[in-house]
């Protein structure tokens, strides 16, 4: 298992509670800002694994976008709010039979799945989006981390997310290093509301 389960983290996964959480806690904003630094509001074609409720469509309209998420509320509502023939959205895990469906990409997000994986599901994952990444594409990853010397507020809440595979720098890298030639890893220590992020570029 990868994920909690019980009725309070069910209840934090719905969308209209999930969106209230992130905005209180600025993942939104974070998010907000990876997405307008990395990618501009073009026609890009963009895979968005875990996508939750297709927020960062809020910052890139013009992009052609395949999300995936195994929560079908979340994908009930990506569906109704981003309703656009541009705009695809399945409620099923990303496996290899979803490969033949989908086009060659020019970003790949992970926002806040791999703490969500084991390292069995996340090899498979970083392997079948590697197939699907253009030559001069980039795959961008966010989640939690566990650091030394953290904030106690950033860790008490980092220990109980819903993902079970929060990791440390060395282990999250090396899920990534087997796959990409170039990695830029960040570590953000937000002071309000106290939380620590790892952010990765990777590319092919
Ligand atoms: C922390 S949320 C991130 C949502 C969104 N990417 C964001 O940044 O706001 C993690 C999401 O991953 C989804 N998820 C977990 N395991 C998954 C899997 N194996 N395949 C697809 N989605 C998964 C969950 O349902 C949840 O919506």
Same mark, same amino acid.
């Given at each position: 298992?990868?994920? /909690?389960?019980?009725? =309070? @983290?069910?209840?934090?996964?719905?969308? *209209?509670?999930?969106? =209230?959480?992130?905005?209180?806690? #600025? $993942?939104?904003?974070? /998010?907000?800002?990876?997405?307008? %630094?990395?990618?501009?509001?073009?026609?890009?074609?963009?895979?968005?694994? $875990?996508?939750?409720?297709?927020?960062?469509?809020?910052?890139?309209?013009? !992009?052609?976008?395949?999300? @995936?998420?195994?929560? %079908?509320?979340?994908?009930?509502?990506?569906?109704? %709010?981003?309703?656009?023939?541009?705009?695809?959205? *399945?409620?099923?895990? &990303?496996?290899?039979?979803?490969?033949?469906?989908?086009?060659? *990409?020019? *970003?790949?997000?992970? &926002?806040?799945?791999?703490?969500? =994986?084991?390292?069995?599901? +996340?090899?498979?994952?970083?392997? =079948? !989006?590697?197939?699907?990444?253009?030559?001069? #594409?980039?795959?961008?990853?966010?989640?939690?981390?566990?650091?030394?010397?953290?904030?106690?507020? +950033?860790?008490?809440?980092?220990?109980?997310?819903?993902?079970?595979?929060?990791?440390?720098?060395?282990?999250?890298?090396?899920?990534?290093?087997?796959?990409?030639?170039?990695?830029? +890893?960040?570590?953000? /220590?937000?002071?309000?509301?106290? @939380?620590?992020?790892?952010?990765?570029? !990777?590319?092919?």
């Amino acid at each position: 298992m990868s994920q /909690r389960i019980s009725v =309070l @983290y069910n209840l934090i996964n719905s969308p *209209f509670v999930y969106r =209230l959480i992130q905005k209180l806690m #600025s $993942g939104t904003s974070f /998010r907000k800002k990876i997405v307008q %630094k990395n990618i501009k509001n073009r026609k890009f074609k963009i895979l968005d694994i $875990g996508c939750g409720p297709a927020e960062i469509l809020d910052y890139i309209p013009k !992009c052609e976008y395949y999300g @995936y998420d195994i929560d %079908k509320r979340s994908i009930n509502y990506a569906r109704k %709010k981003y309703s656009n023939s541009n705009y695809h959205f *399945f409620c099923k895990k &990303f496996n290899k039979n979803e490969l033949f469906r989908l086009p060659k *990409f020019d *970003f790949i997000i992970l &926002f806040g799945i791999l703490h969500h =994986l084991n390292n069995k599901e +996340a090899k498979i994952i970083l392997t =079948l !989006c590697k197939k699907k990444m253009k030559k001069k #594409s980039k795959l961008l990853t966010e989640d939690p981390i566990l650091i030394k010397n953290q904030n106690m507020i +950033a860790r008490f809440l980092i220990n109980r997310d819903r993902g079970l595979n929060v990791r440390k720098k060395k282990e999250y890298l090396s899920l990534l290093k087997p796959h990409f030639k170039y990695l830029n +890893a960040k570590i953000t /220590r937000q002071l309000f509301i106290p @939380y620590t992020w790892f952010t990765v570029i !990777c590319k092919k």
